[in-house]
């Protein structure tokens, strides 16, 4: 089993910047490839980005030039740099962890409200 637990989420206006931390525990050594996705309200939830043990990083087009996705190993934490928010930024973000068995595991959610 893999827990996970975000942090980091708030409101801000657009053009800012927010940081949101993903903390694992558990079966960590399992873990292959942790993740970012989203959902607005009224929407459905849709991948944002991910990285890999090894740290390759893909992104979907929306967030690529404005998202960094980092992982710390060490800390069992990644992280999801997010710069030149837009209000279309707005949702609420899961972070999950894949692991080499094919297991996924989710987080609660953090909210990110961007608005003026």
């Known amino acids: 089993q893999v827990q996970l637990v975000e942090s980091g989420g708030g409101l801000v206006q657009p053009g800012e910047s927010v940081r949101l931390s993903c903390a694992a525990s558990?079966?960590?050594?399992?873990?292959?490839?942790m993740g970012w996705d989203r959902q607005a309200p009224g929407g459905q939830r849709e991948y944002v980005a991910a990285?890999?043990?090894?740290?390759?990083?893909t992104y979907t087009d929306s967030v690529k030039g404005r998202f960094t996705i980092s992982r710390d190993i060490g800390k069992n934490t990644a992280y999801l740099e997010m710069n030149n928010l837009k209000p279309e930024d707005t949702a609420r973000y899961y972070c999950n962890a894949s692991t080499w068995r094919g297991e996924d595991y989710w987080g609660q959610g953090t909210q990110v409200t961007v608005s003026s």
């Open positions: 990285i890999t043990v090894g740290g390759i990083a």
């Open positions: 558990g079966n960590i050594n399992s873990i292959y490839t």
